[in-house]
């Protein structure tokens, strides 16, 4: 079930897998004040569907992960989010993509692959995500 209030469709997003309550939370950026913008939850969804997508792995925040053995958010995608196709993802040219802060520090595929962006990506409800036509290399932060 998708919970998302203020995102529309193919707005900007910020994703990540809420280890917790085992759902993707989605962000969208926002007024904080004084003219400042920042990312902030605006809703959590069982699956989520992104277009244009880039991959985001926080150095500092993977630093302390390996540290202190503790979650923090730290890894995120980011892209338009497709509130109105989400049937209709190709999943026969879909690669797996996964993130595991202990094997490297890029979101990768079959473990070893860096994986910088994609023109389409899938989250799905029990934590997976497939992408398509992923651009692979090596990640900036």
Sequence with gaps: MN???????????RVYRNLTAGDWS???????GDGKLGWRVRGHAA?????????HVGKSGRERVLREQCKNVHAWLEGSI???DMDAFPYGDADRVAYNPYRAGTFTMGGTTPVVAARRVRLNPNGTAYAVDVNRGLQST
């Design 47 to 55: 699956a989520v569907e992104l277009v244009d997508v880039k991959f």
């Design 82 to 84: 497709d509130l109105l």
């Design 26 to 32: 989605v962000q969208r950026k926002v007024e904080l």
């Design 3 to 13: 919970k998302l209030k203020e995102i529309d469709h193919l707005e900007t997003v």
